[in-house]
């Protein structure tokens, strides 16, 4: 009996079909086969026969051309929370992706003094700028602040005692908690006063021979109101002082410079605190100060010395391209007049209400074309800086509202447009904050919207 002939091409019959040629040049000769090999085995398991070749080669492509998708993509942040931590926190300016991309293309003078010709520091490019710009004796940085702090108190605290106020025991974002970094550093945690109160003298009794210094962790993503007392860090670094040992603050989002110049909330500056006694400052690279993600150490140079020298620093340090963009970020800062047009972070910060809601009024038209049974209106809202500075709510702007049923499957919808734009939904409507929309970009978001039937 002869076998009879199976409803399915044969793999070589349809790697050497005309239709097959484009994907092979796209993907390579491999894949593609693999791909095919695939499709043919579910089509034949869910026995779905009648397939012409075309068919079959179309969807591994379509697999394929998945698959080759960079899956970490440009979003429209239109959640109205600017420094959003899930979505990539502080956009880099151009000179500082630029100067990222240049560096990692090619071989640099990361380590390599060019004037002698000998081995350099990495740091050197970047520890002048940074004492520049807070006044410390010495800087460093590594790959996030919360590195900064497991670094420092490793370097100067391990095995010995660190009084920390119970109202800084505070967590971010989940990962980092300040109780448990300090564990991890090989410092031990003693915690002085009480949630809403503590006073000098609860430091002063916690310091004993086996205390190597005081901590102060910046009140980030809360407050505490009503009957309180903290301990200012002038004071706080005078009863170290007396004991002999170092203050450290981190300060979280540290910004480099005043932000009531442009009229946003107080934050504390690392100059500042050094000014006020800290002997070691942390803070962020991709907060306030609006560059890419890292830990940024600045103060004493006999303690900076001492974290250079120990091994986690190797292990945390960051690599040529995070380093050239932190660099041309703090070279901006040199030119404090501008920054406010220079620096993203800044800029949407800074954007007017008027500036707002004129964007959102030119998204009112094309928006009610895409979607003509929803209302659809500009509403006044508040944006939020992010990144646990405080106050909230503080940022008064504009938001296109899209109202009716099913907001779920909307703002899906929203999602996998070809730049995903990110909402938040909230009194039964879609908020589409347009702080984070600036008018160069405003092209891109209108192209991609659904076309009206
Ligand atoms: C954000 C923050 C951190 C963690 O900083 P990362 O750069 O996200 O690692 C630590 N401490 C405080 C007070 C913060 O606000």
Redesign the pocket.
């Known amino acids: 009996m002869s076998k009879s002939p199976s409803p399915f091409p044969s793999i070589d019959a349809l790697i050497r079909a005309p239709e097959t040629a484009a994907p092979i040049a796209r993907f390579g000769r491999a894949a593609v086969a693999d791909t095919l090999r695939a499709v043919l085995a579910a089509h034949r398991e869910a026995r779905r026969f009648g397939l012409t070749s075309l068919e079959i080669v179309d969807e591994a492509a379509d697999i394929l051309a998945r698959r080759a998708t960079v899956s970490q993509r440009p979003v429209f942040n239109l959640t109205g929370t600017v420094l959003h931590?899930n979505l990539g926190r502080a956009p880099l300016p151009p000179e500082a992706a630029e100067a990222a991309a240049r560096a990692y293309q090619s071989a640099t003078n990361l380590e390599y003094d060019l004037s002698s010709g000998r081995r350099g520091e990495r740091d050197d490019h970047i520890s002048g700028l940074l004492r520049e710009l807070t006044g410390a004796e010495a800087a460093t940085v590594v790959n996030?602040?919360?590195?900064a702090?497991l670094l420092v108190l490793n370097a100067v605290a391990l095995g010995k005692e660190v009084p920390v106020s119970r109202g800084e025991l505070?967590e971010?974002?989940g990962a980092?908690r300040v109780p448990d970094i300090m564990s991890r550093s090989g410092a031990i945690l003693r915690e002085v006063g009480t949630t809403n109160r503590t006073h000098p003298r609860d430091y002063q009794n916690a310091i004993g021979p086996e205390t190597a210094a005081l901590m102060r962790?910046?009140q980030?993503?809360y407050a505490i109101v009503g009957f309180t007392a903290a301990v200012p860090t002038a004071q706080l670094a005078a009863i170290a002082h007396g004991a002999n040992i170092p203050l450290i603050e981190?300060?979280?989002?540290g910004s480099l410079i005043d932000l009531e110049r442009w009229g946003l909330p107080h934050e504390p500056t690392p100059r500042g605190v050094l000014a006020d006694g800290a002997d070691i400052v942390t803070f962020?690279?991709?907060?306030l100060l609006g560059g890419p993600?890292a830990?940024l150490i600045v103060g004493r140079a006999d303690l900076l010395k001492r974290i250079n020298a120990n091994p986690l620093k190797r292990a945390l340090r960051l690599d040529k391209g995070r380093l050239a963009a932190l660099e041309a970020v703090l070279r901006l800062y040199l030119d404090p007049d501008r920054l406010a047009q220079r620096l993203p972070a800044l800029r949407l910060l800074t954007r007017a209400e008027a500036d707002i809601s004129a964007t959102a009024e030119r998204l009112l038209g094309p928006m009610r074309l895409a979607w003509p049974d929803r209302p659809i209106s500009v509403e006044a809202c508040r944006s939020q800086i992010g990144?646990?500075a405080l106050p909230v709510d503080v940022l008064p702007s504009a938001a296109v509202c899209v109202g009716g049923k099913g907001l779920d499957a909307l703002a899906a919808g929203l999602r996998v447009l070809p730049r995903p734009v990110i909402g938040r939904i909230g009194q039964d409507r879609l908020w589409l904050d347009c702080r984070c929309l600036e008018p160069a970009e405003e092209g891109i978001f209108v192209g991609q919207l659904p076309k009206p039937v």
């Open positions: 931590t996030n602040n919360a590195a702090v505070i971010i974002g980092f962790v910046h980030a993503n981190d300060l979280g989002s962020s690279g991709d907060k993600q830990g990144s646990g």
